[in-house]
């Protein structure tokens, strides 16, 4: 059973436009939840996370959305650039026993 | 500042060889530890964690074992290979949880395991 889906494996985007990657959880118990970045043959690297106490946080270009009714995240990016072309992975959990992680969205930014 | 090195970074092996991935983070004390797999089309999928030296929990039954022989080394072994254990390993740390901590995990570089 996934805790955490993400339902896109890719998604298409012009430079320049906003890229909008989403994310659905299960469990109404996880107090933070966390986007990951990587590139093909290196480790994730952390991007944002936002807790559940808020619906919104934005860092920079970066936004996550939480709406908590819906049970629903989503990551905004904009303006999307080049180097934005990555597989982005959503998690949550945080416990001893580490993240819980969607299978990721594969994100290709075109010129 | 805290690095994670895990090595090696590429490694090709026969079917029913045996595997050894090693881990070491520095610059803290007690991190947990974790192992986890990306295969094609799954995600990364948690493998092992280590809260501490010598304790070993397993998310996911096979044929691969962890180790945890000091406190910042975390080894994955396998005694025999099968071809489903191709994947990209990754090792992990993070700080135990306090009240506002928001459970990041961080990463070490990856290594890539082909079996032929």
């Known amino acids: 059973d996934q805790q955490v889906k993400q339902n896109s494996p890719s998604l298409s985007v012009q430079e320049g436009r906003i890229s909008i990657l989403n994310c659905d959880y299960t469990?109404?118990?996880?107090?933070?939840f966390l986007w990951y970045k990587k590139y093909p043959a290196e480790g994730p690297t952390f991007l944002i996370s936002?807790?559940?106490?808020?619906d919104k946080n934005e860092d920079g270009r970066f936004t996550v959305f939480l709406n908590k009714s819906a049970k629903h995240l989503s990551l905004h990016i904009v303006p999307s650039q080049p180097g934005d072309s990555a597989v982005y992975f959503c998690?949550?959990?945080?416990?001893?026993?580490?993240?819980?992680f969607g299978k990721g969205t594969h994100l290709i930014i075109q010129p | 500042s805290q690095t994670i090195h895990q090595w090696p970074a590429t490694l090709v092996q026969p079917v029913g060889s045996p595997l050894s991935l090693e881990c070491t983070v520095e610059?803290?004390?007690?991190?947990?530890l974790y192992w986890y797999r990306q295969a094609a089309g799954r995600g990364l999928q948690l493998l092992f964690y280590?809260?501490?030296?010598?304790?070993i929990s397993s998310e996911v039954p096979q044929n691969l074992s962890a180790s945890r022989p000091q406190d910042r080394q975390f080894i994955l072994s396998s005694k025999k290979l099968l071809l489903s254990d191709s994947g990209f390993y990754l090792c992990?740390?993070?700080?135990?949880?306090?009240?506002?901590?928001?459970?990041?995990?961080?990463f070490g570089e990856g290594s890539r395991l082909t079996v032929l």
């Open positions: 992990a740390w993070s700080v135990i949880r306090t009240g506002d901590t928001t459970g990041e995990l961080f």
């Open positions: 469990n109404s118990m996880f107090d933070y």
């Open positions: 936002i807790s559940s106490i808020k």
């Open positions: 998690a949550t959990g945080g416990g001893a026993d580490g993240l819980t």
């Open positions: 610059g803290t004390s007690n991190p947990n």
């Open positions: 280590s809260v501490g030296i010598g304790q």
